[in-house]
Nanobody
């Protein structure tokens, strides 16, 4: 069983940057692809970015392209999300998610384990 713990959220002004981390426990971390999702109050959880098992393939939601960078370090069992040029509409709880198999997907139900989330608030 893999447990995921996010960190790095906080309050930042519009135009600023944050780096989220997702630390995993358990040997299965490197077995599958991983992703970041986010959920704002009153909204459904939405896809942000995904990364393959090796880290060689990444995929972003259109609104994050060019601003966010997803990466992972399998030796450290950690995934990251570098967020630049943040906007107030990026405000949400950010969740990391993992799968037991490789393959990029934006569908929440295809992820087997989730973190508890970290709050990101961007002020205007």
């Amino acid at each position: 069983q893999v447990q995921l713990v996010e960190s790095g959220g906080g309050l930042v002004q519009a135009g600023g940057s944050l780096r989220l981390s997702c630390a995993a426990s358990g040997p299965a971390f490197s077995s599958g692809s991983m992703a970041w999702f986010r959920q704002a109050p009153g909204n459904e959880r939405e896809f942000v970015a995904a990364i393959s098992r090796s880290g060689g393939t990444t995929y972003y939601a259109d609104s994050e392209k060019g601003r966010f960078t997803i990466s992972r370090d399998n030796a450290k069992n950690t995934m990251y999300l570098q967020m630049n040029s943040l906007k107030p509409e990026d405000t949400a709880v950010y969740y990391c998610a993992g799968r037991t198999i490789d393959g990029i997907t934006t569908t929440t139900s295809r992820y087997n384990y989730w973190g508890q989330g970290t709050q990101v608030t961007v002020s205007s």
